[in-house]
Nanobody, 121 residues
Framework: QVQLVESGGGLVQAGDSLSLSCAASGRTFSRYDMGWFRQAPGKERMFVASITWYGARTYYADSVKGRFTISRDNAKNTVYLQMNSLKPEDTAVYYC??????????????WGQGTQVTVSS
């Protein structure tokens, strides 16, 4: 059974940093892309960042480009999201997602349970 366990969320002030982790278990994830989405209250889930299975390419939403960095450790089946210069508008539940290489992660095969990130002004 595949499980994705996220950690690292919390309450911070604007300008602070947070690092999220998502550890996957239950199978190997070679040739799977990994990514992060977020959902703010009353809004749809939106793409934040993704990384290809071999880590050579990363993609970011314009709203987080230059502030967030995605990375992965395939030996640990873990994807990370380093978030710097956080803003109140970054407040959301953050979800990790894993999908087949080259697929649309919005239709990911696997999703985490979500971790809350709250940024106060």
């Amino acid at each position: 059974q595949v499980q994705l366990v996220e950690s690292g969320g919390g309450l911070v002030q604007a300008g602070d940093s947070l690092s999220l982790s998502c550890a996957a278990s239950g199978r190997t994830f070679s040739r799977y892309d990994m990514g992060w989405f977020r959902q703010a209250p009353g809004k749809e889930r939106m793409f934040v960042a993704s990384i290809t299975w071999y880590g050579a390419r990363t993609y970011y939403a314009d709203s987080v480009k230059g502030r967030f960095t995605i990375s992965r450790d395939n030996a640990k089946n873990t994807v990370y999201l380093q978030m710097n210069s956080l803003k109140p508008e970054d407040t959301a539940v953050y979800y990790c997602a894993i999908g087949r290489y080259g697929s649309d992660l919005r239709e990911a095969d696997y999703w985490g349970q979500g971790t809350q990130v709250t940024v106060s002004s």
